[in-house]
């Protein structure tokens, strides 16, 4: 075993932040060499000495098996898998300079949750328009917290590929006794949910902020489900896919659960926090914001329908009040519940 362990072709992790370092941590965990990548020097050398990441992940030690590095070539040079795990402003631009590093045999992944801000694609989409379709890709999406797989609490996720055998070594390699992967090769329906369950979440933060209770949060949860799935098969997903971990699962996480930077951030838009003063009191990156706005694009590109939607983008970048616009929902013609 120990020198089967040591023959095996790392993974590359591209992304120290709180998630891509819990991915790293649960790869190493499962006994997979692991490569930890971020692109600040002194951080990542803080790391290495402290094993741990003590500004996003703190309490969360590296198993031994996990390394951490600034030098994106270094991180990537002999491994088999290379995983993405930046917020969706960054994933256009970390692809473009991993392009070159790319041999004909490496396999991609992405943990990326949201639509490329400058064209509205999918990060499918745009990787597929960076790298061409000759590599096998994936996306891992669902109900997850950092903190929590970083503390190796029970936790499942779904690794979603054309390639059957790609998901499945990735879900091997995830799996531990305290994580279990499933397989989907629903890309479009896993990448949409993570993409919308972000506005909704901001949407359900505001509406609990503003004190409109228990039934209005259950009522957005269910109707958020319905335009998401709404728009998913509109680009192509399975109906099936939204009622599963990437669906359903991560939506009522988001929007129920303080974790979420997307809650918290509606929380504090309620309390009256600006739009930046909110960013910046989070302190990482809210894909909420940008996601209501490639939301809105995608969906009127689509002539798909999207209210919920609508309404957190009306109030982040119109500037809408929040009451304001709950009202005008609330008064929207009736309608059939079942479409």
């Known amino acids: 075993m120990a020198a089967h362990e040591k023959q095996a072709a790392p993974i590359a992790v591209l992304g120290a932040g709180s998630w891509g370092t819990a991915l790293a941590i649960q790869f190493a965990r499962s006994g997979k060499p692991t490569r930890l990548w971020g692109r600040d020097p002194a951080r990542m050398a803080a790391m290495r000495a402290e094993r741990h990441n003590a500004r996003y992940l703190p309490g969360s030690p590296f198993p031994q098996a996990l390394t951490a590095d600034s030098d994106l070539a270094a991180s990537v040079r002999g491994a088999l898998d290379v995983l993405i795990a930046v917020p969706s402003q960054g994933f256009r631009a970390l692809l473009e300079a991993l392009a070159p590093l790319l041999t004909p045999a490496m396999r991609l992944a992405w943990a990326t949750k949201g ?10 989409q745009v990787a597929l328009a960076i790298l061409g379709g000759e590599r096998p890709m994936a996306v891992l999406s669902g109900p997850t917290f950092a903190r929590e797989v970083g503390g190796g609490l029970p936790t499942a996720m779904t690794v979603a ?10 879900a091997h390699d995830l799996t531990s006794a305290n994580f279990r992967a499933y397989t989907s090769t629903d ?5 949409v949910g993570g993409a919308v369950k972000n506005v909704l979440a901001v949407g359900a933060g505001l509406s609990d902020g503003l004190g409109f209770g228990a039934n209005t949060r259950v009522a957005l949860i269910t109707r958020g489900l319905v335009e998401m799935t709404r728009l998913g098969t509109a680009l192509g997903a399975r109906k099936d896919t939204f009622m599963g ?5 991560d939506l009522v996480l988001t929007c129920t659960d303080d974790q979420s930077r997307n809650r918290r951030f509606g929380l504090l838009l309620a309390a009256g ?24 694009r995608v969906a009127s590109r689509a002539a798909v329908e999207m209210p919920l939607c609508a309404a957190v983008y009306q109030i982040l970048h119109e ?4 009451r304001e616009v709950v009202r005008t929902l609330m008064t929207r013609p009736i309608r059939p519940e079942v479409e």
């Open 245 to 249: 971990l990437a669906g359903l699962g």
């Open 187 to 191: 890309i479009v329906g896993v990448e």
């Open 161 to 170: 590929s054309a390639d059957a055998a790609f998901a499945a070594a990735l």
């Open 319 to 322: 500037g809408l009040p929040a």
């Open 273 to 296: 926090r600006s739009v930046e003063q909110a960013l910046s009191e989070i302190g990482q990156a809210v894909e909420g914001v940008l996601a209501a706005e490639a939301v809105r």
């Open 115 to 124: 639509f490329d801000a400058s064209s509205g694609k999918l990060p499918h």
